[in-house]
């Protein structure tokens, strides 16, 4: 699927299942999607001396993981291994300032706690929830592996309703 505005900016390049339809409903009621993310669970191995801008992507989900593959990977891998939980995020043109306070809003009262206005020119708003969770993982247990997967599931799925929520609210604009 594609943004009004062409290919999703995000940096896997195009729009995961979750958020499908929420962005979808954006664009038909007239703000402009330009990047989407329904909140994920990630596994980076950072370069030595390097920011995870340089990391390579050693597992990535938009749904529930199973600690059993972070811990495959853990034995294989070496360096500095980052476990992460990220919320969602979108980035959306808004075009003035009324549809953006709106947007912003209804982002709030669905749980998007961390949204705001980023550019004045465009009235672009970007929607990000609160739910994260992130920790360097070398060395770490099975059980510490297995009780934080399980945490990064809780979170995740926490993610995905406020995401329904949302898309309920937006639809009814």
Not at 17 to 41: A, F, H, M, P, V
Request: proline share 2%; glycine share 6%; aromatic share 6%.
């Amino acid at each position: 699927m594609e943004t009004v505005q062409g290919k999703d900016r995000s940096r896997q390049g195009f729009i995961d299942k979750d958020i499908r339809k929420l962005i979808g409903i954006l664009n038909s009621k007239g703000y402009e999607t330009t990047s989407s993310c329904s909140g994920r669970i990630v596994l980076l191995q950072l370069p030595e001396f390097g920011d995870k801008r340089n990391s390579e992507w050693l597992f990535k989900t938009h749904a529930k993981a199973d600690h059993r593959e972070i811990l495959k990977i853990l034995k294989k891998s070496k360096g500095r291994l980052y476990f992460l939980q990220e919320p969602p995020i979108i980035h959306v043109n808004c075009g003035n300032a009324e549809k953006a306070g709106r947007l912003l809003n209804i982002a709030m009262k669905a749980g998007f706690k961390h949204s705001g206005l980023t550019s004045f020119r465009k009235f672009s708003v970007e929607i990000r929830g609160s739910e994260r969770l992130e920790t360097p993982l070398e060395n770490a247990s099975e059980d510490f592996v297995r009780m934080l997967v399980n945490e990064a599931n809780k979170k995740l799925n926490r993610c995905k309703d406020n995401l329904k929520k949302l898309e309920c609210s937006i639809s009814s604009l």
